[in-house]
């Protein structure tokens, strides 16, 4: 492992299990799967509970036209949409692609939105699948897009809409794929291997992917060469460019003991901030 060390500043604490880090409208916005809650939160640490949520994993992402998505597991597998005054909708059904839980989201500039599952049931203690994309366009409509990912976990768009890259964490790697004008993914290959098993990913404006991975959080550029690093004393979950002042980054870390301690009282979960060396691909 090589790069720059950077060293983190405790902003949160007290999450059971923190994810889906996004940064929207000047906030920091996450999800606690096991608390069931997405909150925001300020540049100070102040936390507010957006809304509640069932059925881990719950990821979520924004529509170009400022409507949130997000992964349903708790009644069906769906992707639903946050309708006018707070109530959900189902904007597409995802359970006739795959039936096991869907996890990652993320919505390109067009308003379609890739979404992946793991394949196999990682709760009832199952043996690793292989997983799949999909594509839900803005209409709602789905399809698959790619099969054969191990794990696939946190994917981003490149800010030109046409590029996906994804992790793979059972194969220690970030995958790419090109984004052809229909959505289709096409010409897959190996993005960069990761010393690790990559989780949550942000992309930054010099090119860099941001990775959680296990105890640390990486920079790494196309090809595998590390540029940054951030230690952590435990397992971290995913990342987020974000910040008012300056560059931040944000990671969601927690201690991981294993699914059976996704408990409401294993409350190891933080956020911490980081002085980012780029901002946010796409955004100034």
């Not at 359970?95 to 989201?105: K, T």
Request: glycine share 14%; hydrophobic share 45%; net charge negative.
């Amino acid at each position: 492992m090589s790069g720059v060390l950077l060293e983190p500043k405790v902003l949160v604490e007290g999450l059971a299990l923190g994810e889906s880090p996004r940064w929207h409208g000047g906030k920091l916005w996450l999800s606690d799967w096991v608390a069931g809650e997405v909150f925001s939160v300020d540049e100070v640490g102040r936390r507010v509970v957006e809304f509640g949520a069932k059925g881990l994993p719950f990821c979520f992402d924004w529509l170009p036209d400022g409507r949130m998505l997000m992964v349903s597991n708790g009644d069906g597998r769906r992707v639903l949409r946050r309708a006018e005054g707070g109530a959900w909708v189902t904007h597409a059904e995802l359970g006739g692609i795959d039936e096991h839980a869907w996890n990652e989201i993320v919505v390109d500039g067009r308003g379609n939105a890739y979404v992946n599952g793991i394949g196999y049931d990682m709760m009832g203690g199952a043996e690793p699948g292989l997983g799949v994309i999909a594509l839900v366009t803005p209409e709602g409509a789905v399809r698959e897009v790619a099969d054969g990912m191990a794990f696939p976990n946190g994917m981003v768009v490149t800010p030109d809409g046409g590029t996906l890259i994804v992790s793979e964490s059972h194969a220690k790697r970030l995958s790419a794929f090109d984004i052809r004008a229909d959505g289709e993914l096409v010409n897959r290959r190996v993005w960069a291997e990761v010393d690790g098993y990559p989780d949550g990913i942000c992309l930054d404006a010099e090119g860099a992917v941001w990775c959680a991975a296990m105890e640390r959080c990486v920079r790494v550029r196309e090809g595998g060469e590390v540029l940054a690093e951030v230690p952590l004393d435990r397992s971290a979950f995913a990342c987020m460019l974000g910040g008012v002042a300056e560059p931040t980054l944000y990671v969601v870390a927690a201690q991981w003991l294993g699914a059976e301690g996704m408990t409401s009282e294993n409350r190891t979960g933080q956020v911490l901030a980081v002085r980012a060396p780029a901002t946010r691909a796409g955004h100034p």
